[in-house]
């Protein structure tokens, strides 16, 4: 299981535009191979800021699988145009379970 | 709930010391007042970065109950000695629920 971390600074007044894109895009993420979990996390501090948290079987079902389909384009049409920046993606695995 | 984002790069061959460390404080969140749950993920891309990602029942939870508690300084003897720089700590709301 793979951690996809991606933080995504939006442009100023287009936080509500975001969150509806990324509710809209659920379904995509529920339908993509090896997709465990996904989550928005808006900041407290940044208020334009967001951590998107995505759980994948593996790192290639992130990377390869579902950036190479026909889906992805249909989530950046989603939510693309809200971006003030590239989003900064990271993936991580976990290494103390905690609880 | 709020999520508590911990960026820590740790210095370079610390990161079993560190990883020791949190596995270690554990049972330090688990009897935090309002700690709902933690994980330690580390960084595949930058495998001298972790995020610690900690669930808490409210943000004061964290702020002012754990942060001026005697368990705060336990937890910093832990892992401190292994922060290459001091935590880049972010609090955060689910906005987006997922699956």
Not at 3 to 19: C, N, R, S, T, Y
Request: hydrophobic residues 40%.
């Amino acid at each position: 299981m793979v951690l996809e971390v991606a933080q995504i600074d939006v442009k100023p007044g287009m936080e509500q535009d975001f969150e509806a894109g990324v509710a809209k895009g659920v379904p995509i993420f529920q339908r993509a191979k090896g997709c465990m979990a996904m989550e928005l996390q808006r900041s407290i501090e940044l208020p334009s800021r967001y951590r998107l948290l995505i759980r994948w079987d593996a790192l290639e079902n992130h990377t390869v699988d579902f950036r190479g389909s026909a889906d992805y384009q249909e989530w950046r049409k989603l939510v693309g145009h809200c971006f003030a920046e590239p989003p900064a993606v990271e993936h991580m695995n976990k290494v103390v379970e905690g609880f």
